[in-house]
C-alpha cells in the first residue's frame, strides 16, 4: 500500500469505534475495511444491501474526473465490480489496498475531512 500513514491517521481520527463516520474519507475507509473483512474472514456469506451500499458509495464518491485519470477510474470501476461479484469473494489484499490509496489521494486532493450525513438505509 503507498499510503499506509495516511490510511492509518484517518482511521485514526476519522472512523467511529461503531457506526457511520462523520466524515466522508473516513465512511471510505471504513466502506473498504468492511467489504475486505466480510470477503476474507466470511467468505461474503452476510452479503446483503448493506454491502451493495457500500460499493455504490466509493463508486459514487471516488468517480471524480477531477482527480483521476480515466485509466485509474476504469481500474476502480473494474475492482468494485469484482467486489460486487459476492458469490467469488475476492480474498487477495492488493484490491482492498488499491482502493485504499484511491481513497487517500481523493483525501489529499479535497483536502479533507469533508462532514457527510449519515446514510439511514446503511446499517452495516
Known amino acids: 500500500m503507498k499510503y499506509f500513514e495516511e490510511a492509518k491517521n484517518i482511521w485514526k481520527t476519522q472512523v467511529s469505534k461503531s457506526g457511520q ?3 466522508v474519507e473516513g465512511e471510505l475507509l471504513r466502506a473498504i475495511e ?7 474472514n466470511n467468505g461474503n456469506s452476510n452479503w446483503d444491501k448493506g454491502f451493495q451500499l457500500f460499493c455504490d ?11 483521476f485519470h480515466q485509466s485509474i477510474l476504469d481500474e476502480i470501476k473494474r475492482d468494485i465490480d469484482t467486489l ?3 458469490e467469488e469473494p475476492y480474498l487477495n489484499d492488493d484490491l482492498y489496498d488499491r482502493i485504499t490509496d ?11 475531512p469533508i462532514k457527510r450525513e449519515k446514510d439511514p438505509n446503511q446499517y452495516r
Open 57 to 67: 458509495f466509493l463508486w459514487k464518491t471516488l468517480n471524480d474526473k477531477k482527480i
Open 34 to 40: 468492511k467489504l475486505r473483512y466480510e470477503s476474507q
Open 102 to 112: 484511491h481513497i487517500v489521494e481523493w483525501s489529499l486532493v479535497n483536502k479533507s
Open 84 to 86: 460486487l461479484n459476492f
Open 21 to 23: 463516520a462523520d466524515t
